[in-house]
C-alpha cells in the first residue's frame, strides 16, 4: 500500500487567537486526509463511513504560512473495516512531527449496514517501517486486537 499525500498552506482563518492552527481545523484536515487515505486502500468502490478516531496527538503548533503535509497509510484491515494512520510534519521541517493519529473507517451498503471491503485482511500482517510500525502498534492495543 502506497501513501497518501495531503497538503495544506495554514491561512489565518485556520488560526486560533495564538496565531496557530486551530484544534477544530486540525481534526477537519485530518479527517480528509484520513478519508483520502482510506478510499484509496478500500479501491473505488468504497463506501466508506468514519466509525471513530481512535486517537488524534497535536505534538507541536502550526503557525499560520506554514505548509504542512499529512501522510496517510493503512495499517490495519479487517473484514468490514480499516484502520489510517496520519503522520504530519511541517513541510519546512520534514523531521519535526506535529501530528500524528488513527482513524477507523467502515465499508457499508446502501441501507449502512457493514459491507465486507474487497480483498481478504492479511492473516498476519507484514511488518511496516517507521512511522507506521508503531502507529499500527498503537492501532492494535486501542482496538484490542491480539496479535
Not at 32 to 46: I, K, M, P, W
Not at 49 to 55: F, H, M, Q
Not at 74 to 103: I, K, N, Q, S
Amino acid at each position: 500500500m502506497e501513501e497518501t499525500l495531503t497538503h495544506r498552506l495554514v491561512l489565518p482563518r485556520d488560526a486560533n487567537h495564538h496565531g496557530t492552527l486551530y484544534a477544530g481545523v486540525l481534526l477537519s484536515l485530518a479527517l480528509e486526509a484520513g478519508y483520502a487515505t482510506a478510499y484509496r486502500a478500500a479501491g473505488d468502490t468504497a463506501n466508506l463511513v468514519l466509525k471513530r478516531v481512535l486517537d488524534l496527538r497535536c505534538y507541536k503548533p502550526v503557525s499560520v504560512g506554514q505548509v504542512i503535509e499529512i501522510r496517510g497509510r493503512e495499517v490495519y484491515r479487517a473484514r468490514a473495516h480499516v484502520v489510517v494512520a496520519l503522520y504530519g510534519t511541517p513541510l519546512t521541517e520534514r523531521g519535526a512531527t506535529w501530528m500524528d493519529g488513527l482513524m477507523q473507517f467502515v465499508q457499508v451498503n446502501n441501507s449502512g449496514s457493514p459491507e465486507p471491503l474487497d480483498g481478504e485482511p492479511e492473516i498476519a500482517p507484514a511488518p511496516l517501517d517507521l512511522p507506521w510500525q508503531a502507529l499500527r502498534d498503537r492501532s492494535r492495543k486501542l482496538l484490542g486486537v491480539r496479535s
